[in-house]
């Protein structure tokens, strides 16, 4: 069952609740948000890496409500002076606010944080661009610099009620990252690193775990039975990659996953995935990779993923794992007329060159499933405790 949780605040005034949380399978939500991209588009950035900014951002989108009454976006770029691209109520759902992002134009020039959070709190957030009254105001700043004053204006921005969240990126930003994270203090985990423009992709599932989301999941489990119950058969593939593809095993709001527990039958790596339907593909969106022992097998293995190794996951994402050795995780046979969840279509395949890396596409479409199976495998969600303080404004 999912429920809202607040273990993770447990300090939070319950007078809160009736505002975060409703009664009802959906979970927790929903959320309004008024966000505006803040994005760099100086002379370091280059006309290369600019749309993988912009790509980055797109990525994004996807993990939000986007709809006149529920998350609004709006972009501005920098470099020497900010420029107005989009108002927050020019566009109002996710296709046309990923087209819009597309067509952003790239500039040059210096890398003046500071002007663009300024003219964001000042002059953008207003009731003539989209603005509500009462809806919690966001920025999402990506760049590959550091400027001067910029903490100082990130601290006016959050002492007004704006929540920044900063995305620095490659080795001119790595040895002053705390100009970066100073802008966001105290709360730090609103700052994120990327190694390069191509990280971004990598780094994408963290930032979506902070992003406000339609509901939460709250404290649950996802699977079919209990792993200790499902530990009949196990398969003789080796490097086999597996999709959980039945209404059972069915997102339909967001979270973290906080842990994955599986029976285990044999040594080796088991690498967990979280998959995204992009309609003619699905696009790999986060890994965890745990190791099996000696000691593990003949057990339930559980495992604890680290906070920041959490994929974050929204409505409609699937399961799967990837075993490159021979096969892990047993299964057991199961029928409709005992268990109406009986998974259908469990899917499976051997990838050619191994696990896919991440934001890679897999036409998982084309591949049949397989009945009557249910795996000793599940997944433990848990808000992120930001999730909760996203929705605090005033």
Same mark, same amino acid.
């Given at each position: 069952?999912?429920?809202?949780?607040?273990?993770?605040?447990?300090?939070?005034?319950?007078?809160?609740?009736?505002?975060?949380?409703?009664?009802?399978?959906?979970?927790?939500?929903?959320?309004?948000?008024?966000?505006?991209?803040?994005?760099?588009?100086?002379?370091?950035?280059?006309?290369?890496?600019?749309?993988?900014?912009?790509?980055?951002?797109?990525?994004?989108?996807d993990?939000?409500?986007?709809?006149?009454?529920?998350?609004?976006?709006?972009?501005?770029?920098?470099s020497?002076?900010?420029?107005?691209?989009?108002?927050?109520?020019?566009?109002?759902?996710?296709?046309?606010?990923?087209?819009?992002?597309?067509?952003?134009?790239?500039?040059?020039?210096?890398?003046?944080?500071?002007?663009?959070?300024?003219?964001?709190?000042?002059?953008?957030?207003?009731?003539?661009?989209?603005d509500? !009254? *009462?809806?919690?105001? @966001?920025?999402?700043?990506?760049? $590959?610099? =550091?400027?001067?004053?910029?903490?100082t204006? +990130?601290? /006016?921005?959050?002492?007004?009620?704006?929540?920044?969240?900063?995305?620095?990126?490659?080795?001119?930003?790595?040895?002053?990252?705390?100009?970066?994270?100073?802008?966001?203090?105290?709360?730090?985990d609103?700052?994120?690193?990327?190694?390069?423009?191509d990280?971004?992709?990598?780094?994408?599932?963290?930032?979506?775990?902070?992003?406000?989301?339609?509901?939460?999941?709250?404290?649950?489990?996802?699977?079919?039975?209990?792993?200790?119950?499902?530990?009949?058969?196990?398969?003789?593939?080796?490097?086999?990659?597996?999709?959980?593809n039945?209404?059972?095993?069915?997102?339909?709001?967001?979270?973290?996953? !906080? *842990?994955?527990?599986? @029976?285990?039958?044999?040594?080796? $790596?088991? =690498?967990?995935?979280?998959?995204?339907?992009? +309609?003619? /593909?699905?696009?790999?969106?986060?890994?965890?990779?745990?190791?099996?022992?000696?000691?593990?097998?003949?057990?339930?293995?559980?495992?604890?993923?680290?906070?920041?190794?959490?994929?974050?996951?929204?409505?409609?994402?699937?399961?799967g794992?990837?075993?490159?050795?021979?096969?892990?995780?047993?299964?057991?046979?199961?029928?409709?007329?005992?268990?109406?969840?009986?998974?259908?279509?469990?899917?499976?395949?051997?990838?050619?060159?191994?696990?896919?890396?991440?934001?890679?596409?897999?036409?998982?479409?084309?591949?049949?499933?397989?009945?009557?199976?249910?795996?000793?495998?599940?997944?433990?969600?848990?808000?992120?405790?930001?999730?909760?303080?996203?929705?605090?404004?005033?």
């Amino acid at each position: 069952m999912r429920k809202c949780g607040f273990s993770t605040i447990d300090f939070l005034p319950w007078i809160l609740i009736g505002s975060l949380c409703f009664r009802g399978i959906q979970g927790c939500g929903p959320v309004k948000a008024d966000i505006v991209l803040l994005i760099d588009e100086s002379g370091s950035v280059g006309r290369r890496n600019f749309p993988k900014q912009l790509d980055f951002c797109n990525t994004l989108i996807d993990s939000l409500n986007i709809g006149a009454d529920d998350v609004r976006i709006g972009a501005v770029t920098f470099s020497d002076d900010p420029v107005f691209h989009f108002a927050l109520d020019a566009h109002t759902t996710s296709t046309d606010v990923k087209t819009a992002i597309s067509n952003i134009d790239y500039k040059r020039g210096g890398t003046d944080i500071a002007k663009g959070i300024d003219y964001v709190k000042d002059t953008f957030l207003t009731s003539a661009n989209g603005d509500r !009254s *009462g809806v919690a105001d @966001y920025i999402l700043l990506v760049t $590959d610099g =550091t400027s001067s004053g910029a903490a100082t204006s +990130g601290q /006016a921005a959050i002492a007004s009620g704006i929540t920044i969240w900063v995305v620095g990126i490659g080795y001119e930003v790595e040895p002053y990252q705390q100009e970066l994270i100073d802008i966001v203090t105290p709360q730090d985990d609103f700052y994120f690193f990327a190694s390069d423009f191509d990280d971004l992709t990598n780094i994408a599932p963290q930032v979506a775990a902070v992003l406000p989301c339609p509901y939460f999941c709250g404290e649950w489990a996802i699977s079919y039975a209990s792993p200790v119950t499902l530990t009949q058969f196990l398969g003789t593939n080796t490097g086999e990659m597996y999709l959980l593809n039945d209404a059972v095993y069915d997102i339909n709001c967001c979270a973290v996953i !906080s *842990g994955w527990e599986f @029976y285990a039958n044999a040594t080796g $790596d088991v =690498t967990m995935l979280v998959w995204r339907n992009r +309609g003619a /593909a699905y696009e790999l969106m986060g890994s965890n990779t745990i190791t099996v022992t000696a000691s593990d097998v003949g057990k339930v293995k559980n495992y604890t993923v680290p906070v920041g190794q959490r994929i974050g996951v929204v409505a409609g994402d699937r399961l799967g794992w990837y075993s490159s050795g021979t096969d892990i995780i047993p299964y057991d046979y199961c029928n409709t007329t005992q268990n109406e969840n009986c998974p259908q279509s469990t899917m499976s395949t051997t990838p050619g060159g191994g696990l896919p890396v991440l934001g890679s596409m897999f036409d998982w479409n084309a591949l049949s499933g397989t009945a009557d199976r249910g795996y000793a495998i599940q997944a433990y969600t848990t808000n992120s405790k930001w999730l909760f303080f996203l929705e605090i404004k005033g």
